[in-house]
């Protein structure tokens, strides 16, 4: 028995990714990372900025997404986001500006926890891939 | 009568408009082509979320708690309408049905003595309004500088949305745009985003509730997505309206081209009959002259 499932990656202006062949699919969601395999029971979760790695017989590939929404149903993961890119097609000068304008929303004093984490992240992440 | 030189300056000028009628025909439908992908492209991305949203307010259990963008606030007393239109005119109806939609809300709302609120999208429902409304409309939104349609946009004014609902300016909200059957018909829309408006439609599979794992939990995904989803619509709405836009406008140029073609028909006529009885009149005098010789 194959061990395939689903994918659609869909942004609002058009859908961005749509494979049926993958075999692992690892989202950094809100609470930490989730890896899904064939058979994962339904999940509703959303993104925090991180990677998303889709695992396919063929080739891996690696997106950047900011925020967005994952559901699983019925071996089809569907993730709704708003802003992603390919790491292979990363822009340098965009990654730095969006460090520097996490950066400087986090000196600001008016933030909660929460966002004060979300941010945090952010810039991690894409510290992590302006160096590779 | 006018003259003949009269004549022959409507028809030069009519030929003009008429060119530039067809260069407006021409250039729409390149556009539409485009606008109609694009807004089919959009398409999975609205459907999706609501498909996720239709699941996760199935498996809310606690009605009373539930977050107010998706039950309402329990008040019906104001309501905030988004007008969508288009920033340019010479579209036929395009706009004036968008407006007379709003309109008969409008004056439905005002009727009932309740407080409305207007937001106005694209400058010319914003001209159509202001004559009758000014005094309702709280702001005035335009995108004219960006060329395409895109979600950053759709998002300012979902975002505006979401700040006035959160100071309890509004209760009900409600957006107003036309949906893109074909090139010859669009149809004014009235849609209700808060509370949200479950599809009747889509009730019929409510047999198959799936257990989803949530994860933090529902509230808080809810609370998250909402906010997202009204973005959403309003993008939905802004691809939807432009590929009407265009489709309007390239109906009402073709209208206006063949008219200008029977109206050179008629006069080209007309001037030629006029030029006719000028030279038959000239004969006549000639030939009666030379006969009382």
């Known amino acids: 028995m194959s061990n395939l499932f689903n994918i659609d990656i869909v942004n609002p202006e ?42 396919s017989e063929s080739e891996e590939q690696s997106f950047y997404v900011e925020d967005g929404i994952v559901e699983f149903k ?20 965009f990654v730095s500006e969006s460090i520097s304008s996490a950066e400087a929303e986090l000196s600001k004093d008016n933030i909660d926890d929460q966002k004060r984490f979300l941010l945090n992240h952010k810039v991690e992440v894409l510290k992590s891939i302006s160096i590779n | 009568m006018p003259s003949l030189d009269d004549l022959r300056k409507r028809i030069t000028s009519v030929k003009s408009t008429q060119k530039i009628t067809k260069a407006m025909k021409m250039v729409a439908a390149a556009k539409l082509r485009k606008a109609q992908e694009n807004a089919e ?72 003595y309740k407080t409305l609120k207007i937001i106005t999208v694209g400058s010319k429902g914003y001209d159509q309004l202001k004559r009758q409304y000014k005094s309702y409309i709280v702001e005035n939104i335009s995108f004219k500088e960006s060329k395409n349609i895109n979600y950053f946009d759709a998002d300012k004014v979902g975002k505006i949305i979401i700040e006035k609902f959160e ?35 889509d009730k019929d599979d409510s047999g198959n509730d799936n257990d989803y794992e949530f994860e933090p939990d529902e509230d808080e995904i809810l609370s998250n997505l909402l906010p997202k989803n009204i973005s959403t ?61």
Not at chain 2, 94 to 104: D, E, G, V, Y
Not at chain 2, 256 to 262: I, K, M, V
């Open chain 1, 14 to 55: 058009q859908s961005f990714l749509s494979k049926d062949n993958v075999f692992e699919v690892v989202i950094p969601a809100v609470e930490g990372e989730i890896g899904i395999l064939k058979d994962h029971i339904p999940i509703i979760s959303f993104l925090k900025p991180g990677i998303i790695k889709v695992f």
């Open chain 1, 74 to 93: 019925d071996n089809t993961l569907s993730v709704l986001t708003s802003s992603i890119f390919d790491l292979k097609d990363a822009d340098k000068n």
């Open chain 2, 167 to 201: 100071k309890n300016e509004f209760d009900v909200c409600a957006i107003f745009y036309n949906k893109f059957k074909n090139v010859i018909t669009q149809i004014p829309q009235e849609q209700q985003i808060v509370p949200l408006n479950e599809d009747k439609d």
């Open chain 2, 41 to 112: 492209k959009g398409r999975p991305y609205s459907e999706k979320m609501n498909n996720v949203i239709l699941n996760l307010s199935k498996s809310i259990t606690d009605k009373e708690n539930a977050p107010k963008l998706l039950v309402g606030t329990g008040e019906e007393k104001v309501h905030l309408c988004i007008v969508l239109t288009a920033d340019r005119g010479l579209c036929g109806g395009f706009n004036t049905n968008i407006i007379k939609k709003a309109k008969t809300y409008f004056e439905k709302i005002i009727s009932e």
């Open chain 2, 233 to 293: 619509q309003i993008f939905k709405a802004m691809l939807e309206n432009s590929a009407s836009e265009q489709g309007s406008r390239m109906t009402a140029m073709d209208n206006a081209t063949r008219n200008a073609g029977e109206l050179v028909d008629r006069l080209t006529i007309e001037y030629n009959r006029s030029r006719q009885a000028a030279i038959t009149k000239e004969l006549i005098e000639i030939i009666s002259g030379a006969e009382s010789l």
